[in-house]
Every structure is written in structure tokens, then in C-alpha cells.
Nanobody, 124 residues
Framework: QVRLVESGGGLVQAGGSLRLSCAAS????????MGWFRQAPGKEREFVAA????????YYSDSVKGRFTISRDNAKNTVYLQMNSLQPEDTAVYYC?????????????????WGQGTQVTVSS
């Protein structure tokens, strides 16, 4: 099992930026990829972005492509989500997750470890 701890959420005005961090510990070698998901009130959890530890390939949902950037620091076992040009519709709880597979990273069911979530609120 991989333990994940997110940080960096908060309240920001529309057009602003935030950077989320996700520190991984435990059996990190069993998780070749990491992802970010978000869940707004009354909505299903949705894929935001993912990255492979090896090679750094990245994947984004269409709704955040060009505004959000996922990156990783292998030495620190930490994944980041830089969020720019934030809009009220980005308001959600953001979750970091670890996947035992480097494939199908846009599917929540393919992740087996989840963080506690961090709230991001964008005011208009």
C-alpha cells in the first residue's frame, strides 16, 4: 500500500493559480503512475491528470489541458499539480492517487491508493 498526503489547496479568485502537492510513502515502487482526480458536490469523481514515474509521460482531461500541469520529483516521491487560469467550475476536492499499472490512467478504478483530498475553491 502507498500512503499519499496532499497539500496546497485553498481559496483563490478566478484567473488565479494554485499548486497542489502529493507526497507518497510506503510501497511506492509498486505504483508506476500517479494521478489527480477531483470531485465537486453532487458530481462523480473525474480524472484531471496523470503522470508516469518513469519517463514522465503525462495525460490530461480536456477540461484542464493547457491550464494545468502535472509534474513529479522522483527523488522526493512527490507529484505536483500546477493549476493556472482557475475558474469557478474547477472548485472541487482534489485527490491524489497511485496506480499499480501505467495504463488506463484516466479510470479511477485502476488506482488502488488514495489521499485524503484537498479542497480547492475558486471564487468568481
Amino acid at each position: 500500500q502507498v500512503r499519499l498526503v496532499e497539500s496546497g489547496g485553498g481559496l483563490v479568485q478566478a484567473g488565479g493559480s494554485l499548486r497542489l502537492s502529493c507526497a507518497a510513502s510506503g510501497r511506492t515502487a509498486s505504483s508506476p503512475a500517479m494521478g489527480w482526480f477531483r470531485q465537486a458536490p453532487g458530481k462523480e469523481r473525474e480524472f484531471v491528470a496523470a503522470i508516469r514515474w518513469s519517463g514522465g509521460s503525462t495525460y490530461y482531461s480536456d477540461s484542464v489541458k493547457g491550464r494545468f500541469t502535472i509534474s513529479r520529483d522522483n527523488a522526493k516521491n512527490t507529484v505536483y499539480l500546477q493549476m493556472n487560469s482557475l475558474q469557478p467550475e474547477d472548485t472541487a476536492v482534489y485527490y491524489c492517487a497511485a496506480s499499480p499499472s501505467p495504463y488506463y490512467l484516466n479510470r479511477a478504478r485502476n488506482y488502488d491508493s488514495w489521499g485524503q483530498g484537498t479542497q480547492v475553491t475558486v471564487s468568481s
